[in-house]
């Protein structure tokens, strides 16, 4: 079994920005890929960014592309979303997670998920 716990979600103003951490622990070489999804309030939950396991991959959804980075520290079990430049477009739930999907942007496809991390943005 694999826990995922995201941080760092808050209150920001807009262009501002904000660093999530999700951190795992359990059976670590079950969860080669680690990903970001949110979901607004009403909609459903979309693809953020992903890295694999060697942090030589990543990748992003292309509402975030050159703001958002997704970097990851095997040492310590964690994985981050870097998140620049936000907008109120960015308020939502970000949710970690982890697996093996074969097509990366695909929530259905991952195995384990935190219980999301609330991140609101005043415009």
């Known amino acids: 079994q694999v826990q995922l716990v995201e941080s760092g979600g808050g209150l920001v103003q807009a262009g501002g920005s904000l660093r999530l951490s999700c951190a795992a622990s359990?059976?670590?070489?079950?969860?080669?890929?680690m990903g970001w999804f949110r979901q607004a309030p009403g909609k459903e939950r979309l693809f953020v960014a992903a890295?694999?396991?060697?942090?030589?991959?990543?990748s992003y959804a292309d509402s975030v592309k050159g703001r958002f980075t997704i970097p990851r520290d095997n040492a310590k079990n964690e994985v981050y979303l870097q998140m620049n430049s936000l907008t109120a477009e960015d308020t939502a739930v970000y949710y970690c997670?982890?697996?093996?999907?074969?097509?990366?942007?695909?929530?259905?496809?991952?195995?384990?998920w935190g219980q999301g991390t609330q991140v609101t943005v005043s415009s």
């Open positions: 997670a982890g697996g093996a999907p074969r097509t990366w942007s695909v929530y259905g496809q991952y195995d384990y």
């Open positions: 359990g059976r670590t070489f079950s969860r080669p890929l």
């Open positions: 890295i694999n396991l060697s942090g030589t991959i990543t």
